[in-house]
């Protein structure tokens, strides 16, 4: 909702502004919720979890203007981070976690560092080469990640927190001990999009010469960028390992990044709650496709084309959009 | 010149084999108001980038308050002192004209401040709304960028350039495609500007520029051609010859 709040001049604060102002209470409020709304729990765990990775991919995407063709290799080194660290070491889940958003974070600082200084259609290209190479290397590590067939075993029957004893298998347990995670991680962004440094983003993105022109070093913004949605999408990549129990090689395959261009376009790039709005329309695009017609991916395309087309804002930047005009 | 701000030692920029700028030689006293001058083509442009740093000259030197600053990246040229105006607007379109102003003031701090909220930098919004009311904005400042109209935009580059506290402030054609009454507000403003601050200005119009300009250097075809007072300008033979032809712009134009 950021792109709301610096417009035209208004007596009172048009309701989307006081919206905006509140809108990490709002989108967790809602998220509390969403279970009870959608109609089985496992669907509300992967939007969660593929909302907060395109939450992640919108800070270089919807933000900086940054268009990333990589993002798979921060939701796979998460996700390998944090399951390797359970099944090959042990580690309690909490700490497999953090393991698991330290290594994507760590991958990006590498994939930053030498795919920054690239623009547009180069960047892209990079950021999709240096995924592919990072999918051949987990493929290769067959012991640790268990190369084609994925790393399985990642259970969790029962997770103890602070002592408790919680029935992770338990779905609703499940969601909001993850929604906990999401909670974080979405406070943090707002915060992050507030500040000044966010401020530095936007104005990259408007006008990458007049940025550096004022002063900026735009090369070195647009790492920092890179390297913390990189770790958001890993903290994605490592709720989504524990929540299905096994990381699929998938997980790291260049269609992967390509979802979550579509997730991005679908809600909105740019926007807030954008990027969850974009995860559930993705998700149940595909379900219902899928049971109707076996070339559902025919038909997943034709949409993204069409909002390609149509709707650039995608839902959730469209429905603003409109509330915006009232 | 007892005290220049800045100094540009036979600068030569080309772009391929393009010569643009030819061993071009320039003191900038401090305090003054000087203007470049000459045809369109003649490089203008091209010495402001070099000397804002938007462009490394591919010979000669900068030096800025006694110091070599040549080959230094482009983002620190603001940091140090230098602003510049753009001669095509060049702005943030979607950001408000104040978050546009804001975030240029903003560089001055700034130090991958993530975690404070930049409203709390209410110093900030002020310096903005202040430089906003100074180039007559002040009234739009919630308006995005993209909604002022085009001699809106013009005052809101001089309003960002403004916001680096700069040492040295650099103007390019800041009245191209401005109507007539546009242009003599904006040389209103200039002149209010200049009566604090070390201001160079570009301007193809000659007539615009004379009276107000206390030193003007001429370039033509990237070399230079003269420089001087307003009369010594007006008298040299070379300018007068340079500009003919050009009808539209009387050399004589009245001081
Ligand atoms: N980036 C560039 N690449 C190639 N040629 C350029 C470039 N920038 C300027 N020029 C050329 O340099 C010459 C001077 O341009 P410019 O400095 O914009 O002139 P002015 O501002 O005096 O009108 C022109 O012939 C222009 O075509
Ligand atoms: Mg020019």
Same mark, same amino acid.
């Given at each position: 909702?950021?792109?709301?709040?610096?417009?035209?001049?208004?007596?009172?604060?048009?309701?989307?502004?006081?919206?905006?102002?509140?809108?990490?209470?709002?989108?967790?409020?809602?998220?509390?919720?969403?279970?009870?709304?959608?109609?089985?729990?496992?669907?509300?765990?992967?939007?969660?979890?593929?909302?907060?990775?395109?939450?992640?991919?919108?800070?270089?995407?919807?933000?900086?203007?940054?268009?990333?063709?990589?993002?798979?290799?921060?939701?796979?080194?998460?996700?390998?981070?944090?399951?390797?660290?359970?099944?090959?070491?042990?580690?309690?889940?909490?700490?497999?976690?953090?393991?698991?958003?330290?290594?994507?974070?760590?991958?990006?600082?590498?994939?930053?560092?030498?795919?920054?200084?690239?623009?547009?259609?180069?960047?892209?290209?990079?950021?999709?080469?240096?995924?592919?190479?990072?999918?051949?290397?987990?493929?290769?590590?067959?012991?640790?990640?268990?190369?084609?067939?994925?790393?399985?075993?990642?259970?969790?029957?029962?997770?103890?927190?602070?002592?408790?004893?919680?029935?992770?298998?338990?779905?609703?347990?499940?969601?909001?001990?993850?929604?906990?995670?999401?909670?974080?991680?979405?406070?943090?962004?707002?915060?992050?999009?507030?500040?000044?440094?966010?401020?530095?983003?936007?104005?990259?993105?408007?006008?990458?010469?007049?940025?550096?022109?004022?002063?900026?070093?735009?090369?070195?913004?647009?790492?920092?960028?890179?390297?913390?949605?990189?770790?958001?999408?890993?903290?994605?990549?490592?709720?989504?390992?524990?929540?299905?129990?096994?990381?699929?090689?998938?997980?790291?395959?260049?269609?992967?990044?390509?979802?979550?261009?579509?997730?991005?376009?679908?809600?909105?790039?740019?926007?807030?709650?954008?990027?969850?709005?974009?995860?559930?329309?993705?998700?149940?695009?595909?379900?219902?496709?899928?049971?109707?017609?076996?070339?559902?991916?025919?038909?997943?395309?034709?949409?993204?084309?069409?909002?390609?087309?149509?709707?650039?804002?995608?839902?959730?930047?469209?429905?603003?959009?409109?509330?915006?005009?009232? | 010149?007892?005290?220049?701000?800045?100094?540009?030692?036979?600068?030569?920029?080309?772009?391929?084999?393009?010569?643009?700028?030819?061993?071009?030689?320039?003191?900038?006293?401090?305090?003054?108001?000087?203007?470049?001058?000459? $045809?369109?083509?003649?490089?203008?442009?091209?010495?402001?980038?070099?000397?804002?740093?938007?462009?490394?000259?591919?010979?000669?030197?900068?030096?800025?308050?006694?110091?070599?600053?040549?080959?230094?990246? $482009?983002?620190?040229?603001?940091?140090?002192?230098?602003?510049?105006?753009?001669?095509?607007?060049?702005?943030?379109?979607?950001?408000?004209?104040?978050?546009?102003?804001?975030?240029?003031?903003?560089?001055?701090?700034?130090?991958?401040?993530?975690?404070?909220?930049?409203?709390?930098?209410?110093?900030?919004?002020?310096?903005?709304?202040?430089?906003?009311?100074?180039?007559?904005?002040?009234?739009?400042?919630?308006?995005?960028?993209?909604?002022?109209?085009?001699?809106?935009?013009?005052?809101?580059?001089?309003?960002?350039?403004?916001?680096?506290? $700069?040492?040295?402030?650099?103007?390019?054609?800041?009245?191209?495609?401005?109507?007539?009454?546009?242009?003599?507000?904006?040389?209103?403003?200039?002149?209010?500007?200049?009566?604090?601050?070390?201001?160079?200005?570009?301007?193809?119009?000659?007539?615009?520029?004379?009276?107000?300009?206390?030193?003007?250097?001429?370039?033509?075809?990237?070399?230079?051609?003269?420089?001087?007072?307003?009369?010594?300008?007006?008298?040299?033979?070379?300018?007068?010859?340079?500009?003919?032809?050009?009808?539209?712009?009387?050399?004589?134009?009245?001081?």
């Amino acid at each position: 909702m950021t792109s709301i709040d610096l417009t035209a001049p208004r007596d009172q604060p048009h309701w989307l502004d006081v919206a905006s102002r509140y809108r990490v209470a709002l989108t967790l409020a809602f998220l509390v919720i969403f279970p009870w709304i959608t109609p089985y729990e496992a669907l509300a765990v992967n939007i969660l979890v593929l909302g907060l990775y395109a939450l992640g991919f919108n800070l270089v995407f919807g933000y900086t203007g940054l268009l990333s063709f990589g993002h798979a290799a921060f939701l796979g080194t998460g996700a390998y981070g944090c399951g390797i660290a359970i099944v090959s070491y042990k580690i309690g889940w909490f700490g497999a976690i953090l393991i698991g958003t330290a290594s994507a974070t760590l991958l990006g600082v590498v994939m930053g560092f030498l795919a920054i200084r690239t623009r547009g259609i180069y960047f892209a290209m990079v950021t999709l080469a240096l995924s592919m190479c990072v999918y051949y290397a987990f493929y290769q590590m067959q012991s640790l990640t268990g190369g084609e067939n994925g790393l399985r075993g990642v259970n969790l029957q029962t997770i103890s927190v602070l002592g408790v004893s919680l029935p992770f298998i338990n779905p609703t347990v499940k969601y909001y001990v993850i929604l906990a995670f999401v909670a974080v991680a979405i406070w943090l962004f707002s915060r992050i999009l507030a500040s000044p440094f966010g401020a530095v983003l936007e104005a990259i993105r408007e006008n990458e010469e007049r940025a550096r022109a004022c002063g900026y070093d735009v090369a070195r913004t647009k790492l920092v960028a890179f390297i913390i949605s990189g770790a958001f999408c890993g903290l994605a990549g490592a709720l989504n390992a524990i929540h299905l129990s096994i990381v699929p090689i998938e997980t790291l395959h260049y269609t992967t990044s390509g979802q979550v261009v579509m997730m991005s376009l679908l809600g909105g790039m740019g926007t807030f709650f954008g990027p969850f709005v974009g995860a559930a329309a993705f998700l149940l695009i595909e379900d219902v496709l899928a049971m109707l017609t076996s070339h559902w991916q025919l038909f997943v395309g034709i949409i993204f084309i069409v909002f390609v087309l149509f709707f650039p804002r995608g839902i959730w930047g469209s429905l603003l959009q409109w509330a915006e005009r009232k | 010149m007892s005290d220049p701000v800045l100094v540009a030692q036979n600068i030569g920029m080309s772009f391929g084999g393009f010569v643009a700028l030819k061993n071009v030689s320039v003191s900038f006293a401090r305090g003054k108001l000087t203007a470049v001058i000459g $045809p369109n083509g003649a490089g203008k442009s091209t010495f402001f980038n070099v000397i804002s740093g938007a462009l490394t000259p591919t010979a000669g030197q900068i030096s800025f308050d006694g110091r070599d600053i040549t080959g230094t990246p $482009p983002h620190l040229f603001a940091r140090m002192g230098i602003a510049k105006s753009f001669q095509i607007t060049n702005v943030f379109p979607e950001l408000t004209a104040r978050e546009n102003v804001r975030v240029a003031a903003q560089a001055l701090s700034e130090r991958f401040q993530l975690f404070r909220n930049r409203d709390s930098y209410g110093a900030l919004i002020d310096k903005a709304d202040a430089l906003l009311t100074l180039v007559g904005l002040g009234a739009r400042r919630f308006n995005r960028a993209r909604e002022l109209a085009h001699g809106e935009q013009r005052s809101l580059e001089i309003a960002m350039a403004l916001a680096a506290d $700069p040492k040295l402030l650099l103007l390019d054609e800041p009245t191209a495609g401005m109507s007539p009454e546009e242009t003599r507000e904006m040389m209103n403003l200039i002149a209010r500007l200049a009566e604090q601050r070390t201001i160079v200005l570009v301007e193809h119009k000659m007539k615009l520029v004379m009276g107000l300009a206390e030193h003007l250097v001429v370039l033509h075809h990237g070399e230079l051609l003269a420089q001087g007072s307003s009369d010594d300008i007006r008298n040299n033979d070379e300018v007068k010859r340079v500009y003919l032809g050009q009808g539209a712009v009387a050399v004589g134009g009245r001081a």
